[in-house]
């Protein structure tokens, strides 16, 4: 979990229902991926603290500037809690890039961990619940499947809003 929170493209979500699968008990599985998801978001935040000299070195060549990384440091100030948050809280989102961005605009180190750990665990336990579920029953799975698809939609709903006000505001 350390390298997929990093920058690695390792999809948690087949480690944590692997977890589940292989009979790991779900709390101990989640609260592990959890830990290791924060101590590898941790990474990703250092090395967007170390990338924002060379943004504003290179960032011109690709049309960003100083002002445009100030003004995005003043939305992820205002926002960023939430974003951090709420990405560690859905499947599927590519939470590194808010890791990354969370280092490279200077979030406070110690919020930017705390809001992780509190996004990361109830996703891990989540998933590796639905990987222990499918072991048993097909009704166990089918209910497990449906929670699954509850927890997308959801996801999807609250992007859709918290997207809806972020155009508004700008």
Do not use: Q
Request: with cysteine; hydrophobic share 50%.
């Amino acid at each position: 979990m350390v390298l997929e929170s990093s920058i690695l493209p390792i999809p948690s979500e087949a480690i944590l229902v692997t977890a589940g699968l292989l009979g790991i008990d779900p709390i101990t599985a989640g609260f592990a991926g959890g830990l290791g998801s924060t101590v590898g978001a941790g990474l990703g935040y250092h090395i967007g603290k170390s990338g924002r000299s060379v943004l504003y070195k290179y960032g011109k060549y690709i049309l960003i500037s100083e002002r445009s990384v100030s003004s995005a440091e003043a939305w992820f100030k205002k926002w960023g809690g939430w974003a951090i948050l709420i990405s560690r809280l859905i499947p599927l989102i590519p939470f590194k890039v808010f890791s990354i961005a969370a280092g490279l605009l200077r979030m406070n180190y110690r919020t930017f961990l705390a809001l992780t750990l509190i996004g990361s665990i109830p996703r891990c336990l989540t998933l590796a619940w639905i990987g222990s579920m499918a072991v048993k029953a097909s009704y166990d799975l089918l209910l497990a499947s449906a929670l699954l698809i509850l927890l997308i939609v959801v996801s999807y709903w609250i992007i859709k809003g918290f997207g809806r006000r972020l155009f508004k505001e700008s």
